[in-house]
């Protein structure tokens, strides 16, 4: 995985965003996210998690096939109904089908993450016989060569390519997605005709976090400028009327909220260590579900995301905080170590933002009124 | 006769009944089918072999109606989850 931002769960359409929001005033935790691993095959620049495929300390660290099982029939008995299963890369675990098999027959709506370079024609066949409701594969150029630039391992386009056609085959469902960077947004529309060449629908993602633990990365060499950003936004993602009133919408909701998600109010995750969280920006609270009971976790993940503090009155105080910034505690954490402080890349692109959606924006609240 | 497919598994998001497909149903219907109390209730009972007199005699006693509406209602449901090939073959 490449950025945490890019790793929320499939939108499932207007439905499940209702049920979301009514299933949030309960605080049922509809939507959990399996980390099966840290470990990856590719060592992309600007990745939030990743460490060695053979860091044998870590993989001795991970839960077993029979404690993922067990804490998915916990959650499940709770009210989990939407399950990420990501990394990492899932395919390095040689149990990977132990645990993926029986989680199918548990009626979940699976997510699969994965960077579709282990995807042989035996693994596709495997997937299809029980397939997840959707695999994302994130392509990270439409050339051999920016694509391993960025992942650094020779080969690894070609083997993408292969295991995105082994899917697409055996008619497992599939979507492309890229992480946008510095060095791979010249092959934007390039990636966008290879998944339509596919048939297949293609999405991009250009909000790049440091890493969770705190380690060096490049990420910041590979972010985009601001107003790049919201070009992209502007031009790939929605046209932007559809956007503001999306966000008008959404903020509406949260606006009040230090975490304008869902994070603690219908979802979390469990990393490979079998600790729950938040969300896969943070390490935080570290509850131990498989220690204290899945409903004793939860409701840690829950306290933890009501006590953070209230945002910096920077924060509260500007006027382009609530529709256009995509601040939030766990990206105050990654940049600041604190909860509640700015993030000056993140307001420079709500500035930009605002520049290019206010028309619309104000039409919109104008007509509401 | 009838009865339901049994790749399909029945969950509660906000006391919101849903069914959700399993295994190689997920080719077919890669989706969500929310069930309102009626339908709810005909899934429960095919669970089982049943004719549409004996779904139509549940429901009039479940639901305090005639058989007649019963009869049409669970027409109308059993024809839905046909189409949606819900039901086995």
Redesign the interface.
């Known amino acids: 995985m490449t950025a945490a931002s890019d790793a929320l769960p499939t939108d499932?359409g207007p439905?499940?965003r209702e049920?979301q929001h009514?299933?949030a005033?309960?605080r049922?935790p509809?939507s959990g996210t399996f980390e099966l691993t840290e470990r990856c095959n590719l060592a992309c620049r600007m990745c939030y998690v990743r460490h060695a495929p053979g860091d044998a300390e870590r993989r001795a660290k991970e839960l077993s096939a029979t404690e993922w099982l067990e804490l998915a029939r916990q959650a499940q008995d709770n009210?989990m109904?939407f399950l990420l299963l990501t990394g990492g890369e899932v395919f390095l675990r040689p149990d990977f089908f132990e645990i993926y098999s029986k989680l199918?027959?548990?009626?979940?709506?699976i997510t699969l993450f994965t960077n579709g370079t282990l995807i042989t024609d035996e693994v596709a066949k495997r997937l299809?016989?029980?397939?997840?409701?959707?695999t994302e594969i994130t392509l990270y150029g439409a050339t051999a060569s920016t694509y391993e630039a960025i992942t650094g391992v020779t080969g690894s386009f070609a083997r993408c390519c292969a295991g995105i056609e082994a899917l697409v085959k055996h008619?497992v469902?599939l979507g492309l997605k890229t992480t946008i960077t510095r060095q791979n947004v010249g092959e934007l529309d390039a990636m966008c005709l290879m998944a339509h060449n596919w048939g297949l629908p293609f999405s991009s993602g250009w909000l790049l976090g440091k890493r969770r633990d705190g380690a060096p990365s490049e990420v910041v060499d590979c972010r985009l400028s601001a107003s790049e950003c919201v070009t992209i936004e502007a031009t790939a993602q929605s046209p932007a009327a559809a956007w503001a009133e999306f966000a008008l919408q959404e903020a509406s909701l949260w606006h009040d909220r230090n975490f304008n998600c869902q994070a603690g109010k219908t979802s979390f995750v469990v990393d490979p260590r079998g600790e729950m969280n938040a969300c896969l920006d943070m390490s935080f609270p570290a509850a131990r579900p498989l220690e204290i009971g899945f409903h004793d976790a939860w409701v840690q993940v829950q306290r933890f995301v009501e006590s953070v503090p209230p945002m910096s009155p920077i924060c509260l105080a500007c006027d382009v905080r609530v529709i256009y910034c995509p601040r939030c505690p766990a990206w105050s954490y990654l940049e600041t170590s604190t909860f509640t402080e700015p993030i000056p890349y993140l307001c420079e692109i709500a500035r930009a933002r605002q520049k290019r959606y206010q028309t619309q924006a104000s039409e919109i609240e104008r007509n509401a009124r | 006769m009838m009865k339901r497919k049994s790749d399909f598994i029945r969950v509660n998001i906000a006391d919101e009944k849903l069914l959700v497909p399993v295994g190689t149903q997920v080719m077919v219907l890669n989706g969500l089918i929310t069930l309102n109390n009626t339908a709810d209730c005909a899934w429960e009972l095919l669970a089982k072999e049943r004719s549409l007199d004996e779904l139509a005699a549940a429901f009039a006693e479940r639901f305090d109606i005639t058989l007649e509406r019963a009869r049409a209602d669970v027409q109308t449901f059993v024809d839905e989850i046909a189409r949606l090939g819900l039901l086995e073959p």
């Open positions: 499932y439905l499940v049920l009514r299933a005033t309960r049922q509809i009210g109904v199918t027959r548990l009626g979940f709506i299809a016989e029980s397939p997840p409701s959707r008619h469902p």
